[in-house]
């Protein structure tokens, strides 16, 4: 006999299949039919067990995402494209004049959808400007309005009549929107939810593999074998860190998110440097701490931190100037993170930095809103830093924008100036966890006779352990360097088998990544890029 529960089950099942069934026989038989429903509408409202596997399938992160259409301005008639729901849709934009008060006045954005693949499907979309952000969904064929009353000063008025109103497509439609939220949250969960989604982002969209390494996960590390200069890369993949690393991962290709570096004082003491140290009061700052209280936190770090040593060749080592890199070390000793230039060693290029549906529209949106929200956050992260390409100071975004216009520029270009090492930011020199270590061998001399044509602000973590300066003789690498796994490197934590590729390939030259491609899966850069 079949319990209650279990044939409750198997009618929920049976009515899934044949609605599903249904739709696909609907669907089918005549393309003049429009579908009442398409599986992926429907899937919502059937059991749990049913809709959740299928549902966590059609959609990731990355669907969380806007898709940029457009931009509607008064001069350019109208625009078209094709949407997740409606695949015919236009836009215009009809400017409201002000009144004598000297009102500004507003607009209005006339939308048309139509053909609706299914009844029951929705569009939702995102409306930008660099000084506002505003929302919309529509799920009728129909003509639909959205007013926007006053405009906020006269420098938007202004940017609406040359460039428009940008548009944003929300491509998984409403639910796909929710549910991509809903994979989203997890890669900042400090559980093994969380963890297993990171490594299933990662593996999706980056083709990493996660090997488990066979115990023991902690190696005993010998400080007297590690030397000044030896590399620190760390892979974090749970928490808050592990899923801002894993964003980071993706858009840059590298395979590790974090790095720190080695130093050995006058007394054969082991040291750690390293920029984004968390103090006491929760800021990332550049530290030079002793080996020992390093390894403690990593070991005793929550993200699941996998990291590697990467040593450097010999020949390198030999010109390694401690003394200069110790000098160079200190001086940054206790200055904030380089969150100034963070973003810039990322963006290279025009269009080949950014993973669909990710563009410097979107960009640009992101920062807007950002800049409304949080104006302190926004001067440290980008203004400043866009100032310095323009060789202008106190500019604020929308300034920004302007003045990119007037030197007949586009703000995707401005984006992709190389950042300079020299730069002087308002709280000092700017530098991230990578462009610290690179900094420090440059003033070590690991970079001669290239110093003053290499601009190591522009390095991401990948283009730093591709460098060709690092060990490349197993035989040579300390005996309890786990060699087994047959790494160039040494792993010495973590429960997954750490890969870099493209590790120790590229010999540094001029100009280095100043203008290089990452686009996912693969990556591929040019020769001297």
Not at 140 to 148: D, F, I, Q, R
Not at 343 to 372: C, G, H, K, Q
Not at 434 to 456: H, N, R, T
Request: glycine share 6%.
């Amino acid at each position: 006999m079949i319990p209650d529960s279990l044939q409750g089950g198997l009618s929920s099942l049976s009515s899934a299949l044949l609605l599903l069934l249904l739709s696909g026989l609907i669907h089918n038989t005549a393309e003049a039919f429009k579908a009442p429903f398409r599986p992926k509408d429907v899937l919502p409202i059937l059991p749990r067990q049913i809709s959740w596997p299928v549902l966590n399938n059609m959609h990731s992160a990355v669907d969380l995402l806007p898709s940029y259409v457009g931009s509607v301005s008064p001069t350019n008639s109208t625009i078209k494209w094709k949407g997740a729901c409606f695949l015919e849709n236009q836009a215009r934009l009809e400017l409201n004049g002000g009144d004598r008060n000297g009102e500004l006045g507003g607009g209005v954005l006339h939308l048309q959808t139509e053909e609706a693949h299914s009844w029951t499907c929705m569009d939702l979309y995102v409306f930008a400007t660099p000084y506002r952000i505003t929302w919309d969904y529509y799920f009728s064929s129909s003509y639909h309005k959205l007013e926007l009353k006053s405009w906020e000063e006269q420098a938007e008025m202004d940017y609406v009549k040359q460039h428009g109103i940008s548009v944003f497509l929300m491509p998984s439609g409403m639910l796909g929107t929710l549910l991509s939220l809903i994979d989203v949250i997890p890669l900042f969960s400090n559980t093994i939810w969380g963890q297993n989604a990171n490594l299933n982002f990662l593996t999706k969209h980056m083709g990493a593999s996660f090997k488990t390494r066979s115990p023991p996960w902690v190696t005993r590390i010998n400080p007297n074998d590690v030397n000044s200069g030896d590399f620190l890369a760390v892979s974090k993949i749970r928490g808050r860190w592990g899923g801002f690393e894993t964003l980071e991962k993706w858009v840059t290709g590298a395979f590790a998110g974090h790095t720190a570096v080695c130093l050995k004082d006058e007394d054969g003491k082991l040291w750690v440097g390293e920029s984004g140290h968390e103090n006491e009061k929760g800021e990332e700052i550049i530290v030079v701490i002793p080996w020992e209280e390093w390894w403690e936190e990593a070991l005793q770090d929550g993200s699941n931190p996998q990291i590697a040593l990467l040593p450097l060749h010999p020949d390198v080592r030999a010109r390694f100037n401690a003394t200069s890199a110790w000098a160079y070390a200190r001086s940054m000793h206790g200055k904030p993170y380089g969150y100034h230039n963070m973003i810039f060693s990322w963006i290279d290029t025009v269009t080949e930095n950014y993973p669909p549906p990710l563009d410097a529209n979107l960009v640009m949106a992101v920062m807007a809103m950002w800049t409304r929200m949080q104006p302190e956050y926004a001067a440290n992260m980008w203004n400043e830093a866009l100032n310095k390409r323009l060789e202008t100071e106190g500019l604020e975004l929308n300034e920004i924008i302007v003045e990119t216009e007037k030197r007949g520029m586009k703000f995707d270009q401005l984006l992709t100036i190389p950042e300079k090492d020299e730069w002087v930011y308002s709280d000092g020199k700017s530098t991230t966890c990578v462009a610290f270590i690179l900094e420090m061998y440059k003033e070590a001399g690991v970079f001669a006779p290239l110093f003053d044509s290499i601009q190591v602000t522009e390095f991401t973590i990948r283009d730093a352990y591709m460098l060709n300066i690092f060990e490349n003789n197993q035989t040579r690498l300390p005996s309890w360097c786990r060699s087994e796994e047959a790494n160039p490197f040494c792993q010495i934590l973590g429960e997954y088998q750490m890969e870099l590729p493209g590790y120790n390939t590229i010999n540094p030259y001029a100009n280095m990544n100043e203008n290089c491609p990452s686009l996912p899966p693969t990556y591929k850069r040019p020769e001297k890029c």
